[in-house]
C-alpha cells in the first residue's frame, strides 16, 4: 500500500466552517427571528456556524464574506449595526480578516475600515483603532473525529500506540490510527487518538489530557491548520521517519495540515462469509476469510441521493463493466462507479447503473447480474476504521451530562460509544466506564447498563447514519435535550453524523 498514488480528495464546504469566540468567551451567532447578529452564545449549534467565502488571500490576510447555514451573509451597515441577508453591492458584506500569530482573527469592514467588535452581549462595527474586544478566535465547526493531512509531504498522521508516537506516514487514511478526535477546552486543543491516548508537548503520547497536552491552532480559510505550545514551538514532521513533534525551525510550511472529517471504511463480506477484496489490480472477488487492505473500501455517498461510491485502497472506484463485470478501475466522474444502496436489516444491497443487483457469482468474482436481489446480493457490511462513533444531531452531540441521568444529544463535546460487532450491522454500544447503553420503557438511554443491547446502524451518507434501537425504533435527537429512541421513520432528527 506504500506504493499506493492516493489523491486526496478536495474539502467540502463543511470543512470550511468555523464558530467566532469573542474576547468573552461567547460565540458570534444570528438570530433568524429578530434579524440580528449577538455573541452571548456559550456553545457551538448551527446558529454559531460561519461558512468563510474567501475572494482574495495572502499569507497573513484575506478578504472574505462569512455565511451562515441559512446562506444568509454578515452585514455591516453604515451606521455600524449588524445583520445579516443578501449584499447589496459588490463590497457590502467583506471583510478584510487579519491572520494573527496568536491564532486570533480581526475582521475590519471593508467600506468603513471599522472592525467588528463585541462588548460581550451585543455585535457592532465602530472603531478603527484595534483593541483586544476586537479579536475574534476561529474555532472549526466540522465534526471533532478528524484526519490530518500533510500537504507537502502527501500523507497522513498516523498515531502508533505500540511506539507511543504520531508519524505523518500514511499515504491512505484507511486505518483507524489516522483517526483523531480534537478536543476543544479552554481556547485550546487536544488530539485523542482512537487508543484514547493524547499527543504531548514531549512528543510522547500520554493517557491523560493536561496543560502538556494543550496546542493553540492557527485556522486559514481553507481548512489549514497549524498546532503550536504557544511558547514558539510548532507542530511538524521531523527526522527521516517523519515523527511529528514540537520545533521552532519549520521549512516551507511543514507546520499547516489540512483539516478534515475522518472518511468511512467499511469491509464487505458475501453471503459465505468471505470478504470482498481487489485481486490483480483491478479484479474484485469474495475469496478471502481474512480481512488485508485490498479489503477496504471508502464508503462515499451523495447525502441528497441513495447513491454510493466504493473506493478501493488502489485509489480507483468500483466500477460496472462489459459482460456485468464490477472491476476496481472507475474513476469519480464516471456514471458506472455510482451505485443505488438498498437496506435490508443491518445488510446492503448494490444496484448498478444497468438497474440490475450486485451479487457473487459461481467463479468468486462480483458481478451485476440479478434483476430480483436475494440472498446472494446481500453484503454483511463492517465499519473498518470506526473502533467506536462520536455522534453529531441537530442540536449537538450525544453524551453524559453532571445534570441529568439520562443521555442527552446537545452537549458540546462528544462521549464515545465503543462499538462491539455482534453480527453484521449489529453492534452493542459500550458507554466509556465498560457499561453498556440500556433503554427505558420511554425510549431514553442511560449509560450504565449491565448487559448488552443490539443496535442496528445504517450508513445514509458519507459521515451519516441512523440508528435503530433495541425498542424497534430509530433513535432521535429532541430540541429538549434528551437523547429519544421512538420515530417510526427516518427523519432530520434521526439522521446522525459521525
Not at 521552532?248 to 478534515?260: K, R, V
Not at 455517498?301 to 476496481?328: F, I, K
Amino acid at each position: 500500500m506504500d506504493e499506493v498514488e492516493w489523491t486526496p480528495r478536495q474539502p467540502r464546504a463543511e470543512d470550511l466552517r468555523v464558530g467566532l469566540i469573542s474576547w468573552a468567551g461567547s460565540y458570534l451567532t444570528y438570530e433568524p427571528y429578530k434579524n440580528k447578529v449577538t455573541a452571548t452564545a456559550k456553545g457551538l449549534g448551527r446558529r454559531q456556524t460561519w461558512e468563510i467565502l474567501v475572494s482574495n488571500e495572502h499569507e497573513t490576510q484575506a478578504v472574505v464574506r462569512l455565511r451562515s447555514l441559512q446562506g444568509l451573509y454578515l452585514l455591516c451597515e453604515a451606521d455600524g449595526s449588524l445583520c445579516y441577508g443578501r449584499p447589496r453591492t459588490s463590497h457590502h458584506g467583506c471583510f478584510l480578516i487579519r491572520f494573527h500569530r496568536n491564532g486570533q482573527w480581526t475582521l475590519q469592514c471593508i467600506i468603513s475600515g471599522r472592525y467588528l467588535e463585541s462588548d460581550g452581549e451585543d455585535v457592532f462595527c465602530t472603531s478603527r483603532v484595534l483593541s483586544a474586544y476586537h479579536m475574534w478566535t476561529p474555532r472549526p465547526a466540522l465534526h471533532v473525529h478528524v484526519i490530518l493531512f500533510s500537504p507537502l509531504n502527501h500523507c497522513y498522521a498516523r498515531a502508533d500506540p505500540t511506539m507511543g508516537r504520531v508519524w505523518v506516514d500514511a499515504p491512505i487514511p484507511c486505518l483507524e490510527e489516522c483517526g483523531f478526535l480534537l478536543h476543544f477546552q479552554d481556547g485550546c486543543y487536544h488530539l485523542e487518538t482512537s487508543a484514547h491516548t493524547f499527543l504531548s508537548h514531549l512528543d510522547r503520547l500520554v493517557s491523560q489530557p493536561s496543560t502538556q497536552t494543550a496546542f493553540h491552532m492557527q485556522v486559514r480559510p481553507g481548512g489549514l491548520v497549524a498546532l503550536s505550545d504557544g511558547e514558539g514551538g510548532m507542530l511538524y514532521p521531523q527526522g527521516t521517519r517523519l515523527l511529528l513533534s514540537l520545533g521552532s525551525n519549520p521549512h516551507g510550511g511543514e507546520e499547516w495540515f489540512i483539516l478534515q472529517r475522518c472518511p468511512t471504511w467499511v469491509s464487505l463480506t458475501s453471503k459465505a462469509r468471505k470478504f470482498l477484496s481487489v485481486i490483480y489490480d483491478v479484479e474484485v472477488c469474495a475469496a478471502s476469510e481474512h480481512i488485508s487492505p485490498m479489503s477496504l473500501f471508502q464508503f462515499e455517498c451523495d447525502n441528497e441521493t441513495p447513491t454510493l461510491q466504493l473506493r478501493s485502497a488502489n485509489g480507483c472506484y468500483l466500477a460496472q463493466r462489459r459482460h456485468r463485470a464490477v472491476m476496481a478501475d472507475g474513476h469519480p466522474v464516471e456514471c458506472e462507479t455510482f451505485f443505488r444502496m438498498h437496506w435490508n436489516c443491518g445488510r446492503i444491497l448494490l444496484q448498478s447503473p444497468n438497474g440490475r443487483f450486485l451479487g457473487i457469482a459461481a467463479n468468486g468474482l462480483l458481478m451485476a447480474s440479478a434483476t430480483v436481489p436475494g440472498p446472494n446480493e446481500e453484503f454483511g457490511i463492517r465499519l473498518a476504521n470506526r473502533p467506536f462513533l462520536a455522534l453529531r444531531g441537530r442540536y449537538g452531540y450525544v453524551g453524559t451530562s453532571s445534570e441529568h441521568d439520562l443521555l442527552q444529544c446537545n452537549m458540546d463535546q462528544p462521549d464515545c460509544i465503543h462499538l462491539l460487532p455482534c453480527r453484521q450491522g449489529i453492534y452493542h454500544f459500550q458507554a466509556q466506564g465498560g457499561s453498556f447503553w440500556s433503554i427505558t420503557s420511554f425510549g431514553t438511554f442511560r449509560p450504565w447498563g449491565k448487559f448488552a443491547l443490539n443496535f442496528c446502524i445504517e450508513l445514509q451518507g458519507s459521515n451519516l447514519l441512523t440508528v435503530l434501537a433495541p425498542n424497534g425504533f430509530y433513535m432521535r435527537s429532541d430540541r429538549s435535550g434528551t437523547l429519544l429512541a421512538d420515530s417510526e421513520d427516518i427523519t432530520k432528527e434521526c439522521i446522525w453524523e459521525f
